[in-house]
């Protein structure tokens, strides 16, 4: 644990993990995403600037929970994001789904093609050291 700053009130707390803000902080913010959930599973055709608008929340807000995947727009939403990858418009996450199976795909075969050179390595009769 270290001391921190809360980065929204500024008051001193015990910092253990994740964003640096102190539990009431945290508790409020919590309260606003819920609020802003029920909002839009009220009103599933308005757009991100009149969810913010009715709930008191800032765009960047709402763009971080849709990236979190805690909160998702329906695929005839308003309301959507660029994939990172592509730039492709999505309703939840990061990526779309082909760049984020391209992208588990591309970890795979990283993975086995670094297991593939320490079985050659250690596969000699000679003691190997990786690097």
Not at 33 to 47: A, D, L, M, S
Not at 86 to 92: E, L
Not at 101 to 129: C, H, I, P, W
């Amino acid at each position: 644990m270290e001391l921190m700053n809360c980065r929204n009130c500024k008051k001193l707390f015990n910092y253990i993990a994740g964003e640096k803000l102190c539990p009431a902080c945290k508790e409020k913010l919590e309260e606003k995403f819920q609020k802003v959930k029920k909002y839009i599973e009220e009103n599933p055709r308005e757009n991100i600037n009149q969810v913010a608008e009715a709930c008191d929340v800032t765009i960047k807000q709402i763009k971080y929970w849709v990236r979190e995947e805690r909160l998702s727009f329906t695929d005839d939403s308003l309301v959507g994001l660029e994939c990172e990858r592509c730039g492709k418009m999505i309703h939840s996450g990061r990526f779309c789904k082909e760049c984020a199976g391209g992208l588990a795909d591309a970890m795979t075969n990283a993975y086995k093609r670094e297991r593939q050179q320490v079985v050659r390595k250690s596969s000699a009769g000679k003691m190997r050291f990786l690097d």
